[in-house]
């Protein structure tokens, strides 16, 4: 049992770490041309920094979950950040980048122990009635770590190197750790399970992940004509097909198929993948739209998409409490609808190169970012049982991540489409401008009509 006060000394530790982990992205993004002319290589050998990173850590979320639930929240996620700290220790001292890429994968595998056990840490810790609000300080956490990222990385860069991105953090690692040994409550081993290892299903889960995020991401890089996009396409559902037989017959399986049998969780999830694909399309064509079609500096232009983001700092806790009194739909279904609407206005405002209505759109779609997900996470952990929020977590990264990856797809195509499209139809020196800005328009009334058909799913998906 969690002594009185204790579950918001355990939120303030699991705050910290996620803060700590939401860095990476930013931070090591940010170094890409600087890793380009560091090892002499291309910008599509740098993406495999992390690409890789990625990878990994969707293979093995389900089989690290699985453990978690099994065995001891506590030990894995200590051993987890251990594994990621160590990898940023040896990062710096990477004389590849093949090397490094390597230990990114280390690293991948520790954010895979960590990232699920977070929401279930919290979700054990607090009561119903007060989940919401425990979430949303999460979401805060992580608008945080996603806004400060970009400018920490870049001012490391500027006043040192690139292996000040990985050294400086591990001070921050090992804090984390002595938290989570001090402040999480000691693991008792369920003794209501088999113990027996599914062998199987995690090398069925690695490889369909695997096959379905490298179709999706090549598809991304060089058009979805190539033919391994569509051989990697094509494996992907025949490998999950084996997967779902080989689970359905596990005494304990890795992925927890029966958990769909729950429809709040089922439709909060599926609402997560709307809202996902969205966020994605916004994070990968609003650099574009602002440096290639307004031509902003790329520190103003980071400054201006920072505001998506780091609106949660805000909203996220407020989402929270209004969940807590007045259950997730009604929060969730507001933040969907208040995303679409700002990215419709992106769309509008964006033709008029108005920055204060840019800037005015982004805060307005990042607060509807900010309502929807604590209270859609705090649908989908409470829809899980005690035993399995570990599991419930990894449902939430891994669609997460999946999605995000999708919406960098679908942005990309629509971009690339309509740009084509919009330079046919333009002439003058500012036409190839015009353009960008053009498409862009176009790609956010898409992810704003995603936005709404997601905020209908939410709804109908009945109380949680």
């Known amino acids: 049992m969690i002594a009185p006060g204790g579950k918001w000394t355990i939120l303030a530790a699991m705050a910290f770490v996620t803060l700590f982990l939401t860095l990476d992205g930013g931070m090591v993004s940010i170094s890409f041309p600087t890793l380009v002319q560091e090892f002499s290589t291309d910008p599509s050998t740098v993406l495999w920094v992390s690409t890789a990173f990625f990878l990994t850590t969707v293979s093995l979320i389900f089989t690290t979950a699985w453990v978690a639930d099994t065995v001891g929240r506590k030990r894995l996620f200590i051993a987890g950040l251990t594994v990621y700290v160590i990898g940023l220790g040896m990062a710096p001292l990477a004389p590849t980048v093949i090397a490094l890429i390597l230990i990114r994968m280390l690293q991948a595998a520790g954010t895979a122990m960590v990232v699920p056990n977070v929401d279930a840490i919290v979700t054990a810790a607090f009561p119903k009635n007060q989940r919401g609000r425990a979430l949303g300080l999460i979401g805060a956490s992580v608008g945080l770590g996603l806004g ?19 050294w400086s953090r591990v001070p921050l690692g090992i804090i984390g750790i002595l938290l989570a040994m001090a402040i999480l409550p000691s693991d008792h081993r369920r003794r209501d399970v088999s113990l027996r290892f599914d062998y199987i299903g995690p090398v069925m889960l690695a490889a369909t992940a695997t096959t379905f995020l490298l179709a999706i991401n090549l598809a991304g890089r060089g ?18 097909l084996v997967l779902l037989a080989v689970e359905r017959r596990a005494v304990r399986p890795v992925l927890d198929i029966a958990q769909f049998r729950n429809r709040v969780f089922t439709i909060s999830q599926a609402t997560l993948v709307f809202h996902y694909i969205a966020n994605g399309m916004v994070t990968f064509l609003g650099a574009f739209f602002l440096i290639n079609g307004l031509e902003m500096t790329a520190g103003r232009a980071g400054m201006v998409l920072t505001v998506f983001p780091a609106i949660r700092v805000i909203g996220a806790p407020i989402s929270g409490m209004v969940a807590d009194r007045w259950g997730s739909r009604i929060p969730t279904v507001f933040g969907m609808s208040v995303l679409g609407v700002g990215l419709f206005m992106l769309s509008r405002v964006a033709g008029d190169v108005s920055l204060w209505g840019i800037v005015a759109a982004l805060a307005l779609s990042g607060l509807g970012s900010a309502f929807f997900e604590p209270p859609n996470t705090s649908a989908i952990m409470g829809s899980a049982s005690q035993g399995r929020l570990s599991s419930a977590g990894a449902f939430i990264a891994a669609g997460r991540q999946v999605s995000h990856s999708i919406g960098f797809v679908v942005a990309g195509a629509i971009f690339a489409i309509r740009q084509d499209v919009h330079l046919g139809a333009m002439v003058g020196e500012s036409s190839a401008a015009r353009a960008v800005v053009s498409s862009f328009s176009d790609a956010m009334v898409v992810a704003a009509a995603l936005c709404f058909v997601g905020a209908m799913v939410s709804y109908f998906r009945g109380r949680g």
């Open 148 to 166: 400060l990222g970009p400018a920490t990385g870049g001012l490391l860069l500027d006043a040192l190197d690139w292996r000040a991105l990985f």
């Open 223 to 240: 058009g979805v004509e190539q033919l391994v996009v569509w051989s990697f396409a094509g494996a992907s559902p025949v490998l999950l």
